[in-house]
């Protein structure tokens, strides 16, 4: 097996998912304490191999209906080019790395991560054919992971990064599972059980609804009388900015371009996700740690 088999069987490109982990240290201004960010990576690491993990389970339950997937059939497992016996072994030697390391780390975050395996094993086993009922156990997986990062580093979450990081993983999957109505409406295959209990009226309307909520949670975020404490600044509302453009970005990519079917490929290759990212992260560092204003 060489690497590029490898890193496509543990879908090595889906670990920047786990960077949720390092949100709380950012929001809690401590993002350069060493022995803190040192703790996270390691929390990084564990999330990454256990979702390894789930993907190569995932991938093996789902090797018949992959094969039919224009992209997914390219996988090692459905491809052929990694037998299920070889891909549950290496899974299952993840999984045991990932909860061995995390106890080493901290208690409460593996017992974090366990609820996030439980998920998300519970997701491909059967709850993933459950309309709604699947999106919400996705966003629920992105704020297990924003709370591990938490309790790892040592660090409160705050309930409006808890309601953010929700609402935007929602907005994400919503905008993923419009792309799988579009496949399914040009090749006619179903290419996920729950998809006709979907189309694209709803899509939109919900994507319309969550848009709008994540701009005003995010800035009353910003204004809270608790977060302007915290970083001695009332002007964290300025960052809105770089949000609001990289939500009207993500619309756009979803109902104009008709590519929201990988958010991670999307934040790997948007070059304006690009720009607005770095200068929300940019802006907010400035306001948070290099000076006050």
């Avoid at 018949?64 to 059939?73: I, S, V, Y």
């Amino acid at each position: 097996m060489n690497v590029k088999t490898l890193f496509g069987l543990l879908r090595v490109h889906q670990w920047i998912k786990n960077l949720f982990l390092f949100i709380p240290l950012f929001f809690a201004g401590q993002f350069f304490n060493l022995d803190k960010l040192v703790d996270v990576s390691i929390g990084f690491i564990c999330f990454s191999l256990a979702a390894s993990f789930i993907y190569i389970l995932n991938d093996i339950r789902d090797i018949e209906q992959d094969k039919l997937h224009p992209e997914k059939k390219y996988r090692p497992i459905p491809a052929g080019k990694v037998s299920v016996g070889v891909a549950l072994s290496i899974g299952i030697i993840l999984l045991i790395a990932s909860v061995v390391i995390a106890w080493r780390l901290n208690e409460l975050f593996t017992y974090i991560l366990i609820s996030y395996i439980i998920l998300n094993l519970s997701y491909s086993l059967g709850l993933k054919k459950i309309s709604i009922l699947d999106l919400i156990i996705v966003a629920t997986g992105f704020v297990l992971r924003v709370l591990a990062g938490g309790f790892v580093a040592e660090v409160p979450v705050s309930h409006w990064l808890i309601v953010m990081i929700y609402l935007l993983a929602l907005f994400l999957v919503l905008a993923k599972r419009r792309d799988d109505i579009l496949e399914y409406q040009q090749s006619g295959v179903m290419l996920r059980k729950n998809i006709q209990n979907y189309n694209l009226e709803f899509i939109h309307s919900i994507l319309t609804l969550l848009s709008a909520v994540i701009t005003v949670s995010y800035i009353m975020y910003t204004i809270s009388d608790d977060v302007s404490e915290q970083f001695d600044t009332n002007y964290l509302y300025l960052t809105s900015v770089f949000v609001i453009a990289g939500i009207m970005r993500y619309i756009q990519i979803t109902m104009v371009e008709n590519k929201s079917g990988s958010p991670t490929r999307v934040l790997y290759t948007d070059r304006f996700l690009h720009i607005t990212l770095a200068g929300w992260i940019v802006s907010f560092f400035l306001i948070i740690y290099a000076f006050k204003i």
